[in-house]
């Protein structure tokens, strides 16, 4: 192992590893549990004008596969970060509108707000890892994750995070979680085999980040889960600046920023638009910049995504990106993922 890996093994390194175990755990919870009728019955009737999909930080960007599901099914969903939907958008929470809210912690400040607007009406899903905060004791339907306690930078919580909205995208739309729910238990030793060569994989990304001042992660569609979550834990895990957004948005004006400063991940994504994203990959190389796909045709094993669902892509998308943030920890001499000025839970807004 290379002698300057050593240095990142602090608890959100072991946190990045426990992510199989936090996987079978929420798996084995979700296959258990029950989705009361009464509320999908009250989505298949029409009764929601709309669905507010909210949270903060990994918490927010792990809705967004679900805004894309609600959507493509003909609901109205609306996605804002709770600390805008609390104060400049509370119009939102009527009665004839789902409001799912999604925090770990289930007691951030956010969520503290938010839930003092509760007798507006509203009804609430809460998807929490933590079974008695004010989000779960308080929501119509709880839906837990059980990631157990997280040191610092959201890894395990994020993946159980992804599994328990997938469970409840089917539940709010009428299938049968079954299936699904054998696909995560198919998916989940190739997580546990992707964290084990967490080692080569670093390394990898550290022979590329070498003398890089710029890094970017695009994507299209589900993959813009990962490319918000991945650029944020870079941000608070490695001190590194990160940027994450659509590979549309990149060509409107970040392409010009580019040279061999630059590093680029692009994931190639679903194969409606992977040949966009592809052409992204050339025209990015053709600038200087460093640019590498993420998927299932990379050669390298670190960017190498054998993805059996779409269902699963998010979650498999996101280790990549946990690979980065130690390369780039280890480059810059640090413990990864130690806090100096942020805490797991954020108490003031």
């Given at each position: 192992m290379n002698p300057h890996l050593s240095i990142v093994q602090g608890p959100y390194f072991s946190d990045i590893q426990d992510q199989p175990r936090a996987l079978r755990e929420t798996l084995a919870s979700l296959s258990g549990a029950v989705f009361p009728n009464a509320l999908s019955g009250r989505m298949n009737r029409g009764d929601f004008t709309h669905v507010v999909l909210t949270g903060m930080g990994s918490s927010f960007h792990a809705l967004h596969p679900?805004?894309?599901?609600?959507?493509?099914?003909?609901?109205?969903?609306?996605?804002?970060?709770?600390?805008?939907?609390?104060?400049?958008?509370?119009?939102?929470?009527?009665?004839?509108?789902?409001?799912?809210?999604?925090?770990?912690?289930?007691?951030?400040?956010e969520i503290l707000r938010l839930l003092e607007l509760r007798s507006n009406g509203f009804a609430l899903v809460g998807v929490t890892n933590t079974h008695d905060s004010p989000l779960a004791l308080e929501s119509d339907v709880a839906v837990l994750t059980c990631a157990g306690a997280e040191a610092t930078v959201s890894c395990k919580t994020y993946v159980t995070a992804l599994m328990a909205l997938r469970w409840?995208?089917?539940?709010?739309?009428?299938?049968?979680?079954?299936r699904m729910l054998d696909t995560f238990s198919e998916t989940?030793?190739?997580?546990?085999?992707?964290?084990?060569?967490?080692?080569?994989?670093?390394?990898?990304?550290?022979?590329?980040?070498?003398?890089?001042?710029?890094?970017?992660?695009?994507?299209?569609?589900?993959?813009?889960?990962?490319?918000?979550?991945?650029?944020?834990?870079?941000?608070?895990?490695?001190?590194?600046?990160?940027?994450?957004?659509?590979?549309?948005?990149?060509?409107?004006?970040?392409?010009?920023?580019l040279n061999e400063e630059a590093f680029v991940l692009i994931f190639e994504g679903e194969l409606r638009t992977r040949e966009l994203?592809?052409?992204?990959?050339?025209?990015?190389?053709?600038?200087?910049?460093?640019?590498?796909?993420?998927?299932?045709?990379?050669?390298?094993?670190?960017?190498?995504?054998?993805?059996?669902?779409?269902?699963?892509?998010?979650?498999?998308?996101?280790?990549?990106?946990?690979?980065?943030?130690?390369?780039?920890?280890?480059?810059?001499?640090r413990e990864a993922g130690r806090f100096e000025r942020a805490s797991k839970i954020t108490a003031t807004e």
């Open positions: 679900l805004a894309l599901a609600l959507a493509q099914a003909g609901h109205i969903p609306v996605m804002l970060e709770t600390s805008e939907l609390i104060h400049y958008a509370p119009a939102l929470l009527t009665r004839d509108a789902l409001v799912i809210a999604v925090s770990q912690s289930g007691r951030s400040a409840l995208e089917d539940r709010l739309l009428g299938r049968t979680a079954t989940i030793p190739a997580v546990e085999n992707y964290v084990r060569e967490w080692a080569s994989h670093t390394a990898f990304f550290m022979e590329r980040l070498k003398g890089a001042k710029h890094l970017f992660l695009t994507g299209r569609g589900l993959s813009l889960a990962a490319v918000g979550t991945g650029a944020l834990i870079i941000k608070e895990s490695a001190r590194f600046h990160a940027e994450g957004m659509s590979s549309a948005a990149f060509r409107h004006g970040p392409l010009e920023m994203n592809d052409r992204l990959l050339v025209d990015t190389r053709a600038t200087g910049a460093r640019a590498l796909a993420c998927g299932a045709g990379a050669e390298e094993g670190a960017l190498r995504m054998k993805i059996h669902h779409e269902a699963t892509r998010p979650i498999l998308e996101v280790l990549p990106t946990q690979m980065i943030s130690l390369a780039l920890a280890a480059l810059g001499g």
